[in-house]
Structure formats: structure tokens, C-alpha cells
């Protein structure tokens, strides 16, 4: 594999040991948006800097985190 895809592999091992059920659909939420990730259900939250090989967020506003569970009946998780 390449170094690349190693570091794919490993975020993506970080991601599943917490995820639970499969992920269906996937949203990235840009400047603005966070409102959304709170209406998710049954939220299960992993910050960024838990994740292998994703960077801190520091842009200012930006919670910085993963947040995976159920938005409007769809799981997200």
C-alpha cells in the first residue's frame, strides 16, 4: 500500500473502533454550518486530534471534530 493509502487505513481504523453501525451518508460542514452537526441524534463525537493523521482545527469558530449518529431518520453512523 502507499503512504497514502497507510494513512487512509489508519484514520479510517480510528473512525470504525468508535463508529458502531455502518455509515450510510456522510455531510462535510463548512463555515457556518455547525448548527447542523447539533441536531444530530444519538450523537457520538471524536475530535480531530483523535483521529490519525487529521490536524488540530485552528481556525477560530470550528469545534474541530467528527461527529457521527442520526440526522432526519438517516444514519450517519
Known sequence: MTEFGDR???AF???ETRAGDPVEIGLVLGSG???IADR???PV???YAEIAGMARSTAP???GRLVLGRLFGRASR
Do not use: C, K, Q, T
Request: glycine letters at 16%; charged letters at 15%; aromatic letters at 0%.
Open 8 to 10: 487512509v487505513e489508519a
Open 13 to 15: 481504523a480510528s473512525i
Open 33 to 35: 454550518l455547525g448548527g
Open 40 to 42: 444530530i441524534e444519538a
Open 45 to 47: 463525537e471524536i475530535p
Open 61 to 63: 469558530g470550528h469545534a
